[in-house]
Every structure is written in C-alpha cells, then in structure tokens.
C-alpha cells in the first residue's frame, strides 16, 4: 500500500501562487507514476498534471505555462502561479504503477479556493 499526505492548499487572490506538495510513503517505487488531480464543486475529477519517474511531464491544457509539476524522491509537488477563479477545487495526489494492473492510490486531497 501507499499512503500519500498532501498540504500547501489555502485560500489566494487570484493572481497570486501556490505551492502543494505530497509525501508518499509505503511500498512507493521509483519507476511510478506521480501526479495531481482536481475537483471542483459539480464537475468531474480531472487531470492537472502527471509526472514520469524519468522526470517526463505532462499538463492540462488549462493549466499549461501556469503550473508547474516537479518530483524529489517520493515527494511530488505543484507550483501554481498565476492562480484563476476557475482552480478552485479539492486538489488529489496520486500514484500509479507503471505495470499491469495499473493500480492507482489517492490522497485525501487539499482546498484550494482562489477569490477576486
């Protein structure tokens, strides 16, 4: 099992930056997969950005040249800089085995609201 174990999440003006990061501990391996999802009130949980363990990532279009992903070890992070009304959402970590059956683990998540 992994456990994972977010913090950074907070309230901020928009415009402003944030910087979440999650600890993974457990039977974490190197060659996972670590990323960050989000869910906002009445949407669906979507991808922000995933990070390869040989440091390839990859973003949502929405999010693209605003945030920035970045892992250390079993530590993932999410630089958030020009921060929009529209990320507001309940931010998760997760990881994923990069061999079959795939298995995936989530953090309990944390709120980031951004105001005007």
């Known amino acids: 099992q992994v456990k994972l174990v977010e913090s950074g999440g907070g309230l901020v003006q928009a415009g402003g930056s944030l910087r979440l990061s999650c600890v993974a501990s457990g039977s974490i391996l190197s060659t996972d997969t670590m990323g960050w999802y989000r869910q906002a009130p009445g949407k669906q949980r979507e991808l922000v950005a995933v990070i390869t363990s040989g440091g390839t990532a990859n973003y949502a279009d929405s999010v693209k040249g605003r945030f920035t992903i970045s892992r250390d070890n079993a530590v993932v992070y999410l630089q958030m800089n020009s921060l929009k009304l529209e990320d507001t959402a309940v931010y998760c970590c997760?990881?994923?085995?990069?061999?079959?059956?795939?298995?995936?683990?989530w953090g309990q998540g944390t709120q980031v609201t951004v105001s005007s």
């Open positions: 997760n990881v994923r085995r990069t061999y079959y059956p795939y298995n995936a683990y």
